[in-house]
């Protein structure tokens, strides 16, 4: 025993350490492809962070409001930032101060990004007071009235120069001439009142370039004041240095992988020779055993007829078992349905004897019209009139054809409950079950219990009708007995999901907890001593189990219960009621206010 726990461990310990050597040498860092696209992403990221500098000092030295180029290094630069945060994870995954450096990086990216919309919307900005500007100076340039101030004419021409070096030089240094330039335009108007209105406005327009020009520059400053630059170098360095060392290390990990599956194989080659002189011997003892086994399949095969022969009487019982508590059923309900029988029979008779009664006189009147007496006619019209009669005969016809139609509904539905279904694949109305039911009940709920009817649209359903039958008059049956007095039943039909729901829903007395857990069992039962078997409601849950279906019990003390009886819309695979495996389930609800 000792020898083989020792066996045991080492045979684990053996494949741990393999294990740790293939996790090693299989690390997310040293893979190729993720290498790569890594590098791919950082120069990417270099290369648009470039272009978008070079687009900041052009869009700086530009006097025009169309910065396309800078739009698309915006936009390059935001894909190449997505790019990079794809490979995050993997960069954390080297080590700790990269993981760090691409989180810095990703700020200072969204920084930069954000002053490059501020800056491109300050672009437009300062073209436009520049354009604006060149409008007031062309206007006052065409004023007659400047032509004969050479001073002034040539103070407004070196202010359009100051403005312009402004506007183009990065670092101007024209800013107090600029403002000299301004305050000479416009104080020296004289006393022409539209030449000195064009040349404020003239001053003004300068003065709004001088201070576009210096918030662009002011957020220029901002943007080179981002590393975004440095940051992406120094990460560069230092994932290249963490992936050469990793590279080492997993160098080393394959060679003591390499020498170590060697060694493993070698032992595995003794393992197996020590295993094939063992299976010599197994052979050996081959031939005992398959004589052993074949006995032993005689022994199972006899004692397995013996357990199916048992089992098939048990499913003979239990078909018997549940006709018999269908004849017991309508046992105790013979007498209502004889009174039901008895009912429209009773005036059906009454009526044909009415009508037998009166055929002399019909045949007396017939007979006096086929003579040609006036007389005799006259006489029998006296004895019987003929109109009135046969009124009355077709309306006591009627009668008693109604009367009859009842009858052979009760004995229809008496016939389709009573029969032995042979197959669950049948095609069946389930409010017409409803109804056939509710039809051998009537005795036993007629002028005390109220049925109201909510059926909706369902689908012919596949089941074995005489059962479907027994369970609706098992669950009426037992509301109606639950009710003392008047009460009220409500029997409703829906289809929900793939299935049909059957609730049948009483105002009676309800059940308690205890009473909930044991409905369903064998002989169960709260009535007193021969009032009931205690097998309906097991044979519901056994019928309804068959049909793959479900049965659910809603109930308080003292408000009522509810059954909700759920089938399956689309048939079982099997087609006989011998070959279905019990799916059913019992859903029991019990609440107390």
């Given at each position: ?194 030449l000195r209105s064009r040349l404020i406005a003239l001053s003004n327009a300068a003065a709004r370039v001088v201070g576009d020009k210096d918030q662009l520059t002011a957020i220029a400053g901002k943007l080179g004041e981002v590393p975004v630059a440095a940051t992406l170098d120094r990460l560069q360095k230092n994932y290249i240095a963490h992936y050469a060392k990793d590279e080492a290390n997993l160098a080393r990990y394959r060679q003591v992988l390499a020498i170590y599956a060697a060694a493993l194989l070698a032992v595995f080659g003794l393992v197996g020779w020590r295993l094939r002189r063992s299976y010599g011997e197994l052979d050996r003892s081959h031939d005992e055993l398959q004589n052993l086994n074949a006995s032993l399949e005689e022994t199972v095969q006899a004692r397995t007829g013996e357990l199916r022969k048992a089992l098939d009487d048990l499913r003979f019982q239990q078909a ?274």
């Amino acid at each position: 025993m000792l020898q083989r726990l020792l066996m045991v461990l080492s045979i684990g310990a053996a494949l741990a350490m393999l294990a740790v050597l293939v996790v090693r040498t299989q690390g997310e860092p040293q893979t190729l492809e993720g290498h790569l696209g890594r590098m791919t992403a950082l120069a990417q990221l270099s290369a648009a962070n470039v272009e978008a500098d070079t687009q900041v000092m052009r869009a700086r030295l530009s006097l025009e409001s169309d910065a396309q180029g800078l739009e698309d290094a915006m936009r390059r630069l935001e894909a190449a930032r997505t790019a990079l945060a794809l490979h995050r994870d993997g960069l954390r995954a080297v080590s700790r101060d990269v993981g760090n450096a691409v989180s810095g990086l990703l700020q200072q990216l969204d920084d930069k990004q954000a002053l490059l919309g501020s800056y491109r919307s300050q672009v437009g900005e300062f073209a436009g007071s520049y354009a604006k500007f060149g409008q007031e100076s062309d206007l006052v340039l065409a004023d007659p009235a400047l032509a004969g101030d050479a001073g002034l004419r040539s103070a407004v021409r070196r202010l359009l120069e100051e403005v312009t070096t402004y506007s183009l030089q990065s670092a101007p240094t024209n800013q107090d001439t600029l403002d000299g330039l301004m305050t000479q335009v416009t104080v020296g108007a004289g006393s022409a009142p539209a030449l000195r209105s064009r040349l404020i406005a003239l001053s003004n327009a300068a003065a709004r370039v001088v201070g576009d020009k210096d918030q662009l520059t002011a957020i220029a400053g901002k943007l080179g004041e981002v590393p975004v630059a440095a940051t992406l170098d120094r990460l560069q360095k230092n994932y290249i240095a963490h992936y050469a060392k990793d590279e080492a290390n997993l160098a080393r990990y394959r060679q003591v992988l390499a020498i170590y599956a060697a060694a493993l194989l070698a032992v595995f080659g003794l393992v197996g020779w020590r295993l094939r002189r063992s299976y010599g011997e197994l052979d050996r003892s081959h031939d005992e055993l398959q004589n052993l086994n074949a006995s032993l399949e005689e022994t199972v095969q006899a004692r397995t007829g013996e357990l199916r022969k048992a089992l098939d009487d048990l499913r003979f019982q239990q078909a018997q078992l549940v006709q018999s508590e269908k004849m017991a059923a309508l046992g105790q309900m013979v007498a209502g349905v004889a009174h039901e029988i008895n009912t429209p029979l009773g005036y059906a008779r009454g009526n044909v004897e009415t009508v037998r009664e009166s055929l002399p006189f019909v045949r007396e009147l017939i007979e006096a019209e086929q003579s040609g007496d006036a007389r005799r006619r006259e006489e029998a019209q006296r004895r019987w009139p003929a109109d009135e009669g046969l009124a009355e005969f077709e309306i006591l016809l009627k009668d008693a054809e109604h009367g009859l139609g009842q009858i052979a509904e009760l004995v229809l539905g008496l016939k389709d409950f009573s029969r032995v279904d042979r197959s669950l694949t049948e095609l069946f109305s389930l409010n017409d079950g409803l109804d056939t039911a509710l039809k051998i009940c009537q005795s036993q709920l007629k002028g005390r219990v109220e049925v109201q009817r909510e059926y909706g649209e369902l689908p012919l359903v596949p089941c074995a009708p005489s059962q479907i039958n027994q369970v609706f008059l098992n669950l009426i049956s037992n509301a109606g007995q639950a009710i003392e007095g008047q009460g009220l039943i409500m029997l409703r039909t829906y289809a929900e999901d793939d299935e049909a729901v059957v609730e049948v829903q009483d105002s009676g007395c309800g059940m308690d907890a205890d009473t909930l857990a044991h409905i369903f069992e064998p002989f169960f039962t709260t009535k007193p001593v021969g009032k009931g078997t205690g097998l309906g409601l097991s044979i519901v849950f056994r019928i309804v189990e068959d049909h793959r279906g479900r049965i659910e019990v809603d109930s308080r003390p003292g408000q009522g219960t509810t059954f909700r009886l759920r089938l399956p819309l689309k048939a079982a695979a099997a087609t006989s009621t011998s070959t279905i495996e019990p799916a059913g389930e019992i859903v029991l609800k019990e609440a107390f206010a």
